[in-house]
């Protein structure tokens, strides 16, 4: 079973958005009939089993083993992931962009898109998968967001100058900058 499953068809996004089988991806956490899903949650075995065939084609969910009772082959299936992963362009752009500048909010939503698809792509079998996650909040007041920004600007900079060269490992670095929504702190 993978960390993620990045779902980009739109007929896997079709399988995945319903409520009932999204409680049927759930029970498949672990190995499971349809007759012990059902059990679960209080259905019949068939349409337990129609909505696993539909997630079966989608490839979110595969039948792991077979098993015989009184007979009968009954399939014992399991998610292919723990979590799924829906790609923004399955809704596609409704208007235009008006600009990449960087400072705005949506060059920071294709930044996220990119980062997302990246992230999926990896390959999570292997043993070492070098990367960081840092994530912080910081305050500025208003009169030296402008120095802010100067300084992290320089900062990464600074780190490309450094290891942009064409030898060794290749990596991506994304910095996401934003204002924190309202809480109820």
Same mark, same amino acid.
Not at 52 to 65: I, N, Y
Not at 155 to 182: H, I, M, N, S
């Given at each position: 079973? %993978?960390?993620? +499953?990045?779902?980009? $068809?739109? *007929?896997?996004?079709?399988?995945? &958005?319903?409520?009932?089988?999204? #409680? /049927?991806?759930?029970?498949?956490?672990?190995?499971?009939?349809?007759?012990?899903?059902?059990?679960?949650?209080?259905?019949?075995?068939?349409?337990?089993?129609?909505?696993?065939?539909?997630?079966?084609?989608?490839?979110?969910?595969?039948?792991?083993?077979?098993?015989?009772?009184?007979?009968?082959?009954?399939?014992?299936?399991?998610?292919?992931?723990?979590?799924?992963?829906?790609?923004?362009?399955?809704?596609? %752009?409704?208007? +235009?962009?008006?600009? $990449?500048? *960087?400072?705005?909010?949506?060059? &920071?939503?294709?930044?996220?898109? #990119? /980062?997302?698809?990246?992230?999926?792509?990896?390959?999570?079998?292997?043993?070492?998968?070098?990367?960081?996650?840092?994530?912080?909040?910081?305050?500025?007041?208003?009169?030296?967001?402008?120095?802010?920004?100067?300084?992290?600007?320089?900062?990464?900079?600074?780190?490309?100058?450094?290891?942009?060269?064409?030898?060794?490992?290749?990596?991506?670095?994304?910095?996401?900058?934003?204002?924190?929504?309202?809480?109820?702190?």
């Amino acid at each position: 079973m %993978r960390d993620v +499953l990045y779902l980009d $068809q739109i *007929e896997q996004a079709e399988a995945l &958005l319903k409520p009932q089988r999204i #409680e /049927v991806l759930r029970q498949l956490a672990e190995p499971r009939t349809c007759t012990e899903v059902a059990a679960q949650l209080s259905q019949t075995p068939q349409r337990v089993y129609y909505h696993v065939k539909r997630l079966v084609e989608a490839g979110l969910v595969e039948q792991v083993s077979e098993r015989k009772v009184r007979g009968i082959s009954e399939g014992i299936y399991q998610a292919t992931a723990r979590s799924y992963w829906l790609s923004p362009r399955l809704v596609g %752009r409704i208007g +235009l962009r008006r600009t $990449q500048d *960087e400072l705005s909010l949506g060059y &920071l939503l294709d930044l996220m898109e #990119e /980062v997302q698809a990246d992230i999926a792509a990896l390959d999570r079998n292997r043993p070492e998968l070098p990367s960081v996650g840092v994530s912080g909040e910081i305050r500025v007041p208003p009169e030296r967001r402008q120095e802010f920004m100067d300084d992290l600007r320089g900062a990464l900079q600074d780190l490309f100058t450094r290891y942009g060269g064409a030898e060794g490992d290749a990596f991506k670095l994304a910095v996401a900058c934003y204002p924190k929504g309202e809480t109820d702190d």
